[in-house]
C-alpha cells in the first residue's frame, strides 16, 4: 500500500512539473507569436508595396502592369488552385476550420505558402487586403510552434487564437478591437479563458509594428462632433443603406463563386486571371479599385473627395472587383476593401444629406467613417468589432453615438437576410459548417432545473451499508446523496457500496463511507456548465442544491438527463456512461 502511494505521488508530482512547465513555454510562445505576428504584417506590407512598384501595378494599369501582374497572379493562382489550396481566400475561415476540426494544426508549408502567395495576388494589384492573410500567416506560426514544443491541443488552440489577434492588431494597429474579433468571430466565444494571452500578444504586436516602422496609426488623427441633433436620422440612414447593401454583396460574391466552382471547375486559374484583367480595365476608370485602396481610403475620411459622382463610382467600382476577385479564390482578404466600400457609401450619404441640410451636416469624412462601421458590421457580423476598430482608428469618442446608432441598424436588419458572416456562408458553400453561436447558445439557455431529476433516491447517514444496499435491488443509479436530518453530508456511489460489502463492511454507517467533498450544481445554472463539471470531475450525477442553502438537496442531474432532454433516450446507465465520455471527455496530452 505504501509503495501504491509513493508511486501515486511521484506520478503526480511529475503531472504537476509537467503542467507547470507547459504553462511557462506556453507564455513564453506568446510572446514569441506577438512578435512574430508585428514582423509578419511588416513583411507582407513592405513586400506588396515593393512588387507594386516594380510590376508597376500601383496606379493606372499600363501594358507593362498587366504583363507583369499578370506573371504574378499566374503564379500565384497556380501555387492555390494546384499545390496549396489552404492558401485561398483571406484564410479566416480556414484558420477557424484548423481550430474545430484538426485542433488548431496548421501545416507549415501551408503559412509559408500563404505568405508568397498573397505577396504576389496582392503584388499584381487584386482587389484584396492584406489583413486576412496577416491573420492566417501569424495563427498558422503559432500552431506551428505550439506543435514543436508538443504542447497539449487546447494550447495548440490557443497558440492559433492568440497570432490571430496579434495579426490584426499589427495590421491595424488596434489592439483592442483585434482581441474582440478574435473572441467574436474566430474563437466565438466573448468569455474565452485565453483572453489574457490573447491581451498580451495583440500589445507586443502593435508596439514592435510601431517600433520598427515608426508609425502610429493607419490613418491621420480625425476629428468630429455632432452639430446637430437631427443629424441622427443621417447616421441611421447609413445604417439602413449597410443592412441591404453589405447583404447584397456578399450575395454577389456566392453567386460568382457558385458560377466558379460549377462552370469553371477545371479552369479555376483562368478565372484567376480573368478578375487580374477586370481589375485593370476598372483601374482606366479610376486607379482607386486598386489593391486595398488605403490612400483613396483615407482621403474620403479627411472629406478631400466631395464630388457624389466620384464617390458612387469608388464604390461600385470596388463592389464589382472585390467581389470577382475574392470569388475566385485568389489570396488576399476582405477587410480594408469592406472598409472602403462602406467609406464611400458613407460619404456619399453625407454629400448628399450636406447639399439639403447644410446647416445640420457635419463634413462627410464623419459619413465616412461610420459607413466603415456598419458595413463592416452587416458584412463580417461582428458589431463589437466594428465600433471598437473605428474608435481606435481615429481615437474620436464623438463619434461612437453615430456609430453605435449605424452599426445597431446595419446588424439587426442585416439579419432579416441571413445572421451569417461572409467567412461562414462562404464556407457552408464549400461544405463545411463552422461552429456557430447557437451551438452553445442552446446549452446555456437551458437551466438545470429544465432537466434535473426531482424525485430523489437519498438515504440518512445513520443507516448502515447492509441496509442500505438491500434497498438498491432493481435500481440502475449510480449515487446517492447522503443526508444528516435531511441535510447534504455526502455523495456515495452504487459500486463503492458494492466494494465495501465485499470487504465485509456492511455494518459500517454510511457517514463513515460518503464522499464528503461534494461538486454541487444550483437549478438556475446552465446545462453546458454541469456539462462542464460533469467532464471536468469525471463523475456521473451533481446533486442540486438550493442557492438559499446549499446542504438542501432539491434534484441530481446526469449526462443521461442532459441528453433525454435533448429528446434522445439511452437504454442503461452505461451506455450513458459511455456515449457521454465519447462526447465530451477531452484527451490530456
Known amino acids: 500500500m505504501k509503495s501504491f502511494l509513493k508511486v501515486r505521488y511521484l506520478l503526480l508530482g511529475k503531472l504537476l512539473k509537467d503542467s507547470a512547465s507547459e504553462e511557462k513555454t506556453y507564455f513564453a510562445l506568446t510572446l514569441i507569436v506577438g512578435l512574430s505576428s508585428a514582423l509578419v504584417g511588416i513583411a507582407l506590407h513592405s513586400g506588396v508595396v515593393f512588387f507594386k512598384e516594380i510590376f508597376k501595378t500601383n496606379t493606372t494599369f499600363t501594358w507593362e502592369s498587366f504583363l507583369f501582374g499578370g506573371i504574378a497572379i499566374l503564379i500565384s493562382g497556380w501555387l492555390t488552385t494546384r499545390k496549396l489550396p489552404w492558401t485561398a481566400g483571406s484564410g479566416v475561415p480556414n484558420v477557424r476550420i484548423a481550430l474545430a476540426v484538426f485542433h488548431g494544426k496548421i501545416s507549415l508549408k501551408d503559412t509559408i505558402g500563404k505568405f508568397f502567395t498573397t505577396l504576389l495576388s496582392l503584388g499584381s494589384g487584386v482587389s484584396l487586403g492584406l489583413e486576412g492573410p496577416t491573420v492566417a500567416i501569424a495563427s498558422g506560426v503559432g500552431s506551428f510552434l505550439g506543435t514543436y514544443f508538443s504542447l497539449s491541443k487546447k494550447r495548440v488552440q490557443a497558440l492559433v487564437a492568440v497570432g490571430s489577434a496579434s495579426g490584426i492588431a499589427a495590421a491595424f494597429h488596434t489592439p483592442i478591437s483585434a482581441v474582440v474579433f478574435t473572441l467574436e468571430e474566430v474563437v466565438g466565444d466573448l468569455n474565452a479563458k485565453i483572453l489574457g494571452s490573447i491581451i498580451i500578444s495583440s500589445v507586443i504586436a502593435v508596439i514592435t509594428s510601431q517600433m520598427i516602422t515608426g508609425t502610429t496609426e493607419i490613418f491621420s488623427q480625425l476629428h468630429y462632433q455632432l452639430i446637430d441633433n437631427r443629424e441622427l436620422i443621417f447616421y441611421l440612414i447609413i445604417g439602413l443603406a449597410a443592412s441591404v447593401l453589405g447583404p447584397l454583396w456578399m450575395n454577389t460574391v456566392l453567386k460568382l463563386r457558385f458560377f466558379n466552382r460549377n462552370y469553371m471547375n477545371n479552369h479555376r486559374l483562368s478565372f484567376i486571371f480573368m478578375a487580374f484583367i477586370c481589375v485593370g480595365l476598372l483601374s482606366q476608370i479610376h486607379p482607386g479599385v486598386i489593391g486595398s485602396g488605403t490612400g483613396t481610403l483615407e482621403n474620403t475620411l479627411l472629406s478631400l473627395i466631395l464630388d457624389p459622382k466620384i464617390l458612387i463610382t469608388l464604390f461600385v467600382l470596388k463592389f464589382l472587383s472585390t467581389s470577382i476577385c475574392y470569388s475566385s479564390g485568389m489570396s488576399g482578404g476582405l477587410f480594408m476593401p469592406t472598409l472602403f466600400m462602406g467609406a464611400t457609401m458613407g460619404s456619399f450619404i453625407g454629400v448628399v444629406c450636406a447639399n439639403f441640410f447644410p446647416e445640420i451636416t457635419s463634413v462627410s469624412g464623419a459619413y465616412a467613417l461610420v459607413g466603415m462601421g456598419a458595413f463592416f458590421a452587416a458584412v463580417i457580423r461582428a458589431p463589437f468589432t466594428s465600433i471598437l476598430m473605428v474608435f481606435e482608428l481615429t481615437r474620436d469618442y ?37 461552429p456557430s453561436h447557437e451551438d ?73 463511507l460518503c464522499e464528503k467533498k461534494v461538486i454541487k450544481i444550483y437549478p438556475d445554472q446552465s446545462l453546458l456548465v454541469a456539462f462542464h463539471r460533469l467532464k471536468r470531475f469525471q463523475i456521473s450525477r451533481l446533486p442540486v442544491v438550493s442557492r438559499l442553502d446549499d446542504k438542501k438537496v432539491v434534484g441530481v442531474i446526469t449526462a443521461q438527463d442532459i441528453v433525454k432532454k435533448f429528446g434522445y433516450e439511452l437504454n442503461d446507465t452505461s451506455k450513458a456512461d459511455q456515449e457521454f465520455d465519447e462526447l465530451v471527455l477531452d484527451e490530456n496530452e
Open 398 to 434: 464623438n463619434i461612437i453615438l453615430p456609430l453605435m446608432i449605424a452599426n445597431i441598424t446595419s446588424y439587426a436588419i442585416s439579419s432579416k437576410f441571413g445572421n451569417k458572416s461572409v467567412y461562414e456562408l462562404i464556407s457552408e458553400q464549400d461544405g463545411i459548417h463552422l
Open 440 to 512: 452553445n447558445e442552446i446549452l446555456e439557455s437551458l437551466n438545470v432545473e429544465d432537466a434535473m431529476i426531482t424525485d430523489v433516491l437519498s438515504f440518512s447517514s445513520t443507516l448502515t451499508l447492509a441496509e442500505a444496499y438491500k434497498s438498491l435491488k432493481g435500481t440502475t443509479i449510480s449515487g446517492f446523496p447522503i443526508l444528516n436530518n435531511g441535510r447534504l453530508l455526502g455523495m456515495l456511489a452504487k459500486s463503492n457500496m458494492s466494494a465495501a460489502i465485499g470487504r465485509k463492511e456492511g455494518s459500517k454507517k454510511l457517514e463513515h
